[in-house]
């Protein structure tokens, strides 16, 4: 008898656990294992019931359906079967491998389908969820997908010629028609029939939250240490990233204020929160975050003693909290950073993460704190409150 499988039955049914009788139908079955490989794999126990009775398995063909199953995915799912006795009775246990190969689909006789994990649930992927799936496997690039309705038209192209001006040494202003949509098709503001894309929205548009209703930053300043206390302020950022961004620092700097003091004859700038991790934490959560959640923006909050910056999404595909502070960087929108490296407001390096650690520690600061949920990230920056 496996010591480990009646532990795993007693704990019940889980993200990465499911039971399934003998019984059930092939595609009852194929909804299960496609969820838990696009999850992150796990295991299910045929022959035992959601309650977690050990009723066993008494067919005999079990493996070769298994096998039958796992080739209607694409791609084929990656499963370990083995056999195992449990109060005199056959169960099988069957992990499933998590690959590269996500997200997977299941072909059945009349469509093909996307299956999820919600909880101990599996169900049909939304096409919204579909999306952030092969975004996360790195496949397709949210970024760069047509926006419905839309056109060169619905660009600020002023915007747009400063940044070639500045950035690319092109006027639009000397090209034709003709050649003035190759350049924004080259630069992924528009697809190849003139719809806008997602990333031209967000830098470029005249009204961005028209198209991407998440496409704002929210700033509350709070009186004391709770949201329940009283908010001193409150802004709302709905326009072009490009000309939201430097305002969004600026009105951050508005409660950040400056003290200076003379140590051993120098003037020392002391403040709340270094500058540069401000910065960088604002920058971060606009550039990594996950605009096919749309419904939400980007939050940040400051209480008495600490600024917390919300961005939707959890980290991207294999990127950790332990990667990002040693300098180990994933970009989930790598076109919008590069935009941002050409306005200088990130590095290339992935160094911003252990540089506001380090910002933070000589302006003594407590260390950063960051929270990694599914639909969202948290930086949260201590105060310092200087005498």
Known sequence: MDTDLPTIIARGENETTEFKLDGVR???LAKEL??????????????VSDKGEI?????????ERLQNIAYNFEPPLSLQVKEREIDHKSVLEIRIVETAGKPYVY????RNIYYIRSGSVSREATRAEVRRM?????????????????????????????????????????????????????LSLITSDHQSTVLAIILFAKNPVGFLPGCHTQIVVYEKQ???SKVRDHRMFSGALISDLPL???????????????????????????????????VNALCHRDYTLQGAGVRIEIFQDRMVVTSPGGLPNTQTIGRMKTGISYARNPLLLQYLYDYRYVERLGRGIPKIFASMRSNGNKIPEFVDEDTY???????VFHD
């Not at 496609?34 to 022959?47: P, S, T």
């Not at 009723?55 to 493996?63: A, F, I, M, P, S």
């Not at 072909?107 to 009349?110: A, D, E, F, I, N």
């Not at 056109?151 to 915007?159: G, M, Q, V, Y």
């Open 248 to 282: 969004i620092i600026s009105f951050l700097a508005n409660y950040n204020p400056r003290a200076f003091d003379d140590v051993k004859g120098q003037r020392k700038e002391l403040v709340k929160y270094p500058e540069f991790a401000v910065r960088e934490a604002v």
């Open 377 to 383: 990230f948290q930086i949260i920056l201590p105060a």
């Open 26 to 28: 092939n595609d009852h």
């Open 34 to 47: 496609g969820a838990l490989a696009n999850f992150r794999g796990g295991k299910l126990l045929l022959g």
């Open 226 to 228: 709770t949201r329940e």
């Open 107 to 110: 072909k059945s006789s009349t």
């Open 55 to 63: 009723t066993g398995v008494k067919r005999d063909d079990n493996e």
């Open 134 to 186: 092969f975004q996360a496997s790195a496949e397709l690039h949210f970024e760069v997908t047509p926006v419905s309705g839309t056109s060169e038209k619905n660009l600020d192209l002023f915007l747009v010629n400063s940044f070639l001006i500045d950035y690319r040494n092109i006027s639009m202003d000397e090209l034709s028609r003709d050649e003035q949509l190759a350049l924004l098709e080259n």
